[in-house]
C-alpha cells in the first residue's frame, strides 16, 4: 500500500498546474499524502512511494520542465508506480476520445515502466506569455478545455489502485 505520493508538473501559463493540483487534492481525500510540485524544483523523489508527472503540450513535445524531471530522475522512477498526464489540446478532443501520448512521453513510459497516461484538454486565455500563445488566444482559438470531471475520476483511479492491498500469490 502506498501512502506518499508525489504531482511534479511542467506548466507556462498554470493551465498544468491547476491540473497538477486537482490531482494531489483528490488523492488527499482518497487517504494519501500528496502534494503538487513544479517539477524543476524537485530534487529528489525518494521520500515518495509513488509520482505522477504532467507536463503542458507545445508543438507536439511535452513541457521541458517535465520532460528534464523524468530524465534527472530517470533511475529512481523506474522502481516506483508512476503515471503519466499531459495537457493541451485546445479543443474538446481530450473528453471525447483518449489521445495517446506524444512520442516522446510514450518512450519515457517504456523505458521507465510507467502504468498509464492520460491526455486532458488545456486552457489558454487572455494573459497568456509566449508570442505563439498570445497570437492563439487573439485569434480567437484560446478558452478554457479543462474537464475536471475527467481529472478527478482518473485521480480516484489512481487513488484506488494505491490505496488497494497488494494481492498475494
Known amino acids: 500500500m502506498l501512502s506518499n505520493v508525489l504531482v511534479a508538473y511542467g506548466t507556462t501559463n498554470g493551465s498544468t498546474a491547476r491540473i497538477a493540483e486537482t ?4 488523492l488527499r481525500r482518497e487517504g ?24 503542458g503540450l507545445y508543438a507536439g513535445r511535452w513541457h521541458r520542465d517535465a520532460r528534464r524531471f523524468v530524465r534527472r530522475h530517470g533511475r529512481a522512477l523506474a522502481g516506483r508506480p508512476l503515471w503519466f498526464f499531459s495537457s493541451g489540446p485546445l479543443d474538446a478532443t481530450a473528453s471525447e476520445r483518449d489521445i495517446p501520448p506524444v512520442p516522446g512521453v510514450r518512450r519515457a513510459m517504456v ?8 491526455t ?30 475527467q481529472i478527478e475520476e482518473w485521480a480516484t483511479r489512481i487513488g484506488a489502485e494505491s490505496t488497494a492491498e497488494p494481492q498475494r500469490a
Open 120 to 149: 486532458f484538454g488545456g486552457c489558454l486565455e487572455e494573459g497568456a506569455t509566449g508570442f505563439i500563445a498570445r497570437k492563439i488566444v487573439s485569434s480567437g482559438k484560446g478558452g478554457d478545455f479543462r474537464d475536471f470531471a
Open 23 to 26: 490531482i494531489a487534492e483528490v
Open 32 to 55: 494519501l499524502s500528496a502534494e503538487a510540485v513544479p517539477a524543476r524544483s524537485v530534487t529528489n523523489v525518494e521520500p515518495y512511494d509513488a509520482v505522477v508527472v504532467g507536463g
Open 111 to 118: 523505458r521507465l515502466d510507467a502504468g498509464e497516461h492520460m
